[in-house]
């Protein structure tokens, strides 16, 4: 009897057990499509607030800007997300944005001028948020926070493909002279 009695107790134990975990299993995987829905959701949400915002914010920097900026709560790319607020579409946007100032490409979509404190706040900005993509993000912009431009082109093609890039892939570095012009001629713009 002793026996039946441990035996059912052990079988009810492990019943229970597997209705317990098959509850909390499906709780996470609830959580976890409706997290992805609400992420698809702010993703789109944040690339057409980019879009919409490019034209105003594009273009070359200069300290003034950036004091502004600060002045006024915005980031140093002149918009209001803060740190915290930050998702893989912002990182790619911001990252081919800079990029277009050092490579060659038959198309460009946005330019956002490289400055030290742009390329360091989106660093820290790794340290708040959970991306997709951080690895990528942190490996060319800590190569860029060194001044080591050699491979933007291949940084601007990973960030491109991304973004499911068909036109304007890099096709080499802008030489000294030639990052000069474009950016004379995105101040003109």
């Known amino acids: 009897?002793?026996?039946?009695?441990?035996?059912?107790?052990?079988?009810s134990f492990i019943v229970l057990l597997?209705?317990?975990?098959?509850?909390?299993?499906?709780?996470?995987?609830?959580?976890?499509?409706a997290t992805e829905n609400i992420?698809?959701?702010?993703?789109?949400?944040?690339?057409?607030?980019?879009?919409?915002?490019?034209?105003?914010?594009?273009g070359n920097i200069k300290e003034e800007d950036l004091n502004r900026f600060a002045d006024e709560g915005l980031n140093p790319f002149g918009q209001t997300?803060?740190?915290h607020e930050l998702n893989d579409?912002?990182?790619?946007?911001?990252?081919?944005?800079m990029a277009h100032q050092k490579v060659k490409?038959?198309?460009?979509?946005?330019?956002?001028e490289i400055h030290p404190e742009r390329i360091q706040w989106l660093l820290d900005g790794l340290n708040e948020v959970n991306l997709k993509h951080e690895t990528i993000y942190r490996d060319i912009l800590?190569?860029?926070?060194?001044?080591?431009?050699?491979?933007?082109?291949?940084?601007h093609n990973t960030i491109w493909r991304l973004q499911g890039g068909t036109i304007g892939k890099a096709?080499?570095?802008?030489?000294?002279?030639?990052?000069?012009?474009?950016?004379?001629k995105q101040s003109d713009e």
């Open 1 to 11: 009897m002793y026996k039946v009695v441990i035996t059912v107790l052990i079988v």
């Open 18 to 33: 597997s209705v317990a975990g098959w509850h909390v299993y499906k709780m996470f995987t609830n959580n976890e499509e």
């Open 39 to 58: 992420s698809d959701e702010e993703m789109e949400a944040a690339k057409e607030e980019l879009e919409q915002q490019r034209i105003e914010i594009q």
């Open 81 to 83: 997300k803060q740190m």
């Open 89 to 97: 579409i912002i990182y790619q946007e911001y990252i081919h944005g």
């Open 105 to 112: 490409a038959s198309e460009k979509w946005g330019f956002y």
């Open 142 to 155: 800590e190569k860029w926070a060194k001044g080591d431009f050699s491979s933007a082109d291949a940084d």
């Open 171 to 184: 096709t080499g570095v802008y030489s000294p002279e030639e990052e000069k012009a474009y950016l004379e």
